[in-house]
């Protein structure tokens, strides 16, 4: 017999009853029936009953070690008594009867409990997280996540793209957030960064002529913590392929992150066929934000049109300022109270905006302040205009159009939920396209990339020399499901001579370009193929799946809000050697100054 375990606990049924067995794993639960004792035995798989009464020498051994201790077990399985069977596990049916246990290793008192689901404070959990683990949802959590990347590697070999790894240790790059660095003990004084993305490098594989590159790639940044961002690092399926359009880098993905979705749905739908396609201008319009949750009905509406020339002289004159008002409806609220409406003006406020107009509407009467200024033949006219019925209010965001679509965006999100019109069990998916090239800072006027600066401009050079730069458009395109952003990506600015333009337009020399970004920059100068790719994230795409509100809960161990490893307890301090061999020297921050007249000597 084995040394540990002749079955798992999730593997024997009634078929098994009569055979003497071997189990290994921890002590899940304990329940004392007077004489009896009966124990939840708990592995990977899952958990089988152990029975112990006072025939058994091993009543006395169990019945004095704490749960999470871990034990082997010998016994004898049992079918259980009639009425007694329990249809929610595998192992049901029977309950081994323990003629001897062995101690493996025993538990102390636990900082938390592993057997239910009570919600425990993130220090705790964070602190203690191989306890965490042992719990059923985050162990089923984790697994899925394994499921996952195997599904993608599967799924994207399938599509024929080839997983290669590229550098961990690089150079620090100018663009995106703050990178690691990790400092050189070899060459003093300079540093390696932390790669934010493989994006440098997959670029360089389509120009060393691999065709379909991906890898699951560990990413660094040293970014503030959200509920659907880690801090510090993440996971993404990161992929590019050569000689390929926007259409083409659709069609390759789509198959993969559909067929994923379905795998592991469990019920829920997935969008069927090609995702929609929503320019970047349209989905700030209508759902004011760039990665819209298309299971929310409502779509939000410009108006300020129906308010020139009105009686409603403050709408009006914000329009004359080319200031936009938007309209968010909110269906079906006739019978809602004033109460209903008092509170998203309040809401409003509370994050950070004016206020939020509305006019309500029962049987096709106005009501509201807004009615009351703007008049029922007006109102009537934006109902129409809207789509609206006799019994559906209206919510209005006035000001600066980025503010005004913001407010309007968040107002939609809090009215859908409110009213309970987001659908359940679904994955709607989206493809954001035609994003603006270049944007100009409201504070400086200057003009700078607004989103990937290595993308490939609508019309090329063309459009380069002859556009407003602020018309010019990118092949960028962002993955969105259900209102999360899955990933960016783009078709690639490969041609040198329209990369020192783009980067001419907004500012920086072609000098700056050949500092910042010498090995793309370089390689491009020895032919380099068209090419395109995304990089969907792997931790959100647990997170939808498995229906979890924080990002957290789909990591083995993951750091808190401050971007510390509370476990490990990293950030830690090094050793003045470590710190020599270095070549680096910490500088304390300076101590507060003490006023010589606040200083009380001793008698």
Not at 345 to 352: F, L, M, P, T
Request: with cysteine; charged share 25%.
């Amino acid at each position: 017999m084995h040394a540990y375990r002749t079955h798992h606990c999730a593997q024997l049924d009634a078929s098994s009853v009569g055979e003497t067995v071997r189990l290994s794993g921890w002590i899940h639960r304990k329940r004392d029936h007077g004489g009896v004792l009966f124990v939840d035995l708990r592995d990977h798989y899952g958990i089988t009953q152990i029975v112990a009464d006072e025939d058994s020498p091993a009543l006395a051994i169990l019945d004095k070690l704490r749960v999470e201790s871990v034990v082997t077990i010998d016994g004898e399985v049992k079918a259980r008594a009639e009425g007694t069977v329990n249809k929610n596990l595998p192992t049901g049916a029977i309950e081994v009867f323990a003629r001897s246990v062995t101690i493996q290793s025993e538990a102390a008192e636990l900082p938390m409990p592993v057997a239910g689901e009570q919600d425990y404070p993130e220090e705790i959990r964070l602190k203690y997280r191989y306890l965490d683990l042992r719990r059923e949802t985050m162990h089923r959590n984790i697994m899925l996540r394994s499921a996952v990347i195997a599904s993608i590697r599967r799924r994207m070999i399938e599509q024929g793209f080839t997983e290669f790894q590229t550098p961990i240790l690089t150079a620090s790059s100018p663009e995106g957030a703050r990178d690691y660095l990790v400092p050189s003990r070899v060459h003093p004084g300079k540093f390696y960064a932390l790669p934010q993305a493989p994006q440098m490098f997959k670029q360089l594989l389509m120009v060393a002529g691999f065709d379909r590159y991906f890898q699951i790639a560990p990413c660094f940044r040293d970014e503030d913590a959200r509920a659907d961002r880690s801090p510090g690092e993440f996971y993404q399926l990161d992929f590019e392929m050569s000689f390929v359009t926007q259409d083409d880098v659709f069609n390759a993905i789509e198959p993969v992150l559909a067929g994923l979705f379905r795998e592991f749905a469990n019920g829920r739908s997935v969008t069927e066929g090609a995702f929609p396609r929503i320019p970047y201008k349209e989905s700030m319009l209508k759902y004011g934000n760039d990665k819209p949750d298309l299971r929310n009905p409502l779509v939000i509406s410009d108006v300020g049109d129906h308010f020139v020339g009105s009686g409603f002289g403050l709408f009006a004159g914000l329009v004359e300022k080319g200031m936009k008002v938007r309209a968010v409806p909110a269906p079906a609220t006739a019978e809602k109270s004033r109460k209903f409406f008092d509170e998203m003006n309040d809401w409003a406020r509370g994050e950070g905006f004016a206020g939020l107009g509305y006019a309500t509407r029962k049987g096709g009467e106005w009501g509201g302040p807004i009615a009351k200024n703007h008049g029922t033949e007006g109102m009537d006219k934006i109902a129409d205009a809207m789509g609206l019925g006799p019994d559906d209010g209206i919510f209005f965001a006035a000001g600066p159009e980025a503010q005004a679509a913001k407010l309007a965006g968040l107002a939609r999100t809090r009215v859908a939920e409110s009213l309970g019109l987001i659908a359940e069990g679904e994955f709607r998916f989206c493809w954001i396209v035609d994003f603006p090239m270049f944007e100009k800072d409201e504070e400086t006027g200057k003009i700078d990339f607004s989103h990937n600066p290595f993308s490939m401009p609508q019309g090329e050079m063309e459009a380069l020399e002859t556009m407003d730069p602020l018309d010019i458009l990118a092949w960028q395109y962002d993955i969105v499901c259900n209102g999360v952003e899955l990933s960016s990506g783009a078709i690639r600015n490969h041609r040198p001579d329209i990369m020192y333009k783009a980067f001419e337009i907004a500012g920086y020399s072609k000098q700056d370009v050949d500092t910042n970004f010498p090995g793309m920059i370089g390689a491009f100068q020895f032919g380099a193929p068209p090419h395109g790719g995304s990089a969907p994230g792997v931790d959100r795409i647990v997170m939808l799946l498995a229906d979890e509100p924080n990002i957290r809960e789909v990591i083995l161990f993951p750091m808190n809000q401050k971007a510390e490893d509370l476990m490990m307890n990293a950030p830690s301090n090094v050793t003045p050697l470590q710190l020599k061999e270095l070549g680096i020297r910490i500088v304390e921050a300076p101590k507060a100054k003490v006023n010589p007249a606040e200083v009380v000597e001793d008698a």
